[in-house]
């Protein structure tokens, strides 16, 4: 039988390796980010002329590339969401269409960058490096 010190390290071991097999199955997994909007909403407007250009352009869009959806028409059957969308815009982060993570309302563009970044780092998803 192994001693503590030595069954220690073998299950530190394999959380690490599960970790590892983890990060690459959502790095491998299909990863979206669905803006929930609606006609007339102001924010939406905010978000559409001061990211919606450029937002394809960077590695987050890159890594989760940007799905629009109406409030306002019925849900895609090919979305699960952990609980109604309330605010317009919603930004959900899905992965294999499954919500993950969302940022309701838009807070301003240096703070959705930085909320964006966290739930991507969280999640372990890898930002692909587009060429600039």
Not at 26 to 42: F, T
Not at 77 to 94: G, Q, S, W
């Amino acid at each position: 039988m192994f001693n503590t010190k030595a069954s220690f390290i073998i299950r530190l071991a394999i959380a690490a390796l599960a970790a590892i097999v983890m990060s690459v199955a959502i790095a491998r997994a299909e990863v979206q980010l669905m803006m929930a909007e609606e006609p007339g909403c102001m924010w939406c407007a905010r978000w559409n002329a001061e990211i919606g250009p450029i937002y394809p352009k960077t590695d987050e869009g890159a890594a989760a590339p940007l799905r629009r959806v109406n409030l306002l028409d019925p849900l895609p059957a090919d979305i699960v969401l952990a609980r109604r969308i309330n605010y317009t815009p919603t930004f959900v982060l899905l992965v294999e269409g499954i919500e993950i993570n969302r940022i309701e309302g838009y807070p301003g563009e240096d703070f959705f960058w930085g909320i964006l970044a966290h739930m991507l780092e969280q999640e372990g998803i890898v930002l692909a490096k587009v060429e600039k």
